[in-house]
């Protein structure tokens, strides 16, 4: 279980993160939505250390992130996008690298076949399309097979067969044991999806149980989402 506590973070002065307390099983989905330029990725910088938090704990499995900092990165995997991966490798050679680094064991053939890239297994990366990369992107996580899995927008560029595909792997990682934090703007994005979604808004966490509320109402009270009126006219 990740467990957050009174995490505080500032940039140059000015807070971004307040206070925040919260836990994520290791058996769950939690959706991190809100507009872009909002704080989402700062936070998942701190839980990972790529930030430093002025102040509050951040411990996985017990392991905190600080005191145990080496057990505690082997415990869950995160690159902020595709463009973290290594240019000059091919699809395999990222995915083996990643698996050899985590010490997983796990089939990295097995993994090309479930993401459907056997026709670019052998690409290099550099001269892959957006949804390839998205591809390899979450392969890199498969092959780590971390208990805690943090994404940073990973259905961005997916077409419909890839967004059901990824849908669908999502939850058998949940059903499998692993806890996953997925940011997103789009709210249709992470209700198909998740057990909870934490909404950030003025450095505040809102929590809700994703199948309790309309979620669409909710962020557009949230966020003051208005709709155009029939006066509208190009």
Not at 62 to 78: E, I, P, W
Not at 82 to 103: C, D, G, P
Not at 121 to 131: A, D
Request: proline share 3%; with cysteine.
């Amino acid at each position: 279980m990740l467990e957050v506590s009174h995490l505080n973070f500032a940039y140059h002065k000015q807070p971004i993160l307040h206070d925040l307390t919260f836990t994520v099983a290791t058996d769950e989905i939690v959706g991190l939505v809100a507009p872009n330029g909002t704080g989402k990725s700062t936070l998942l910088k701190n839980l990972v250390g790529l930030l430093t938090p002025a102040s509050g704990t951040i411990s996985l499995n017990g392991h905190d992130s600080r005191q145990d900092r080496t057990a505690f990165l082997q415990n869950l995997f995160f690159l902020e996008d595709n463009r973290n991966l290594y240019e000059h490798l091919t699809a395999r050679e990222q995915i083996i690298y990643v698996q050899q680094m985590w010490r997983s064991g796990v089939d990295v053939d097995h993994i090309i076949d479930l993401l459907n890239m056997g026709g670019y297994k052998n690409k290099r990366i550099s001269k892959m399309s957006l949804g390839m990369r998205q591809h390899v992107l979450l392969a890199t996580y498969l092959a780590a097979n971390t208990p805690l899995m943090l994404f940073d927008e990973p259905l961005n560029g997916l077409d419909p067969t890839s967004m059901q595909l990824f849908t669908q792997i999502f939850t058998q990682l949940r059903a499998q044991g692993h806890g996953i934090i997925m940011s997103s703007h789009s709210v249709e994005n992470v209700t198909a999806m998740t057990d909870r979604t934490f909404f950030l808004k003025q450095g505040q966490l809102t929590v809700c149980n994703t199948g309790d509320i309309d979620l669409l109402a909710k962020y557009n009270e949230m966020f003051e989402v208005k709709a155009l009126g029939p006066e509208f006219k190009l």
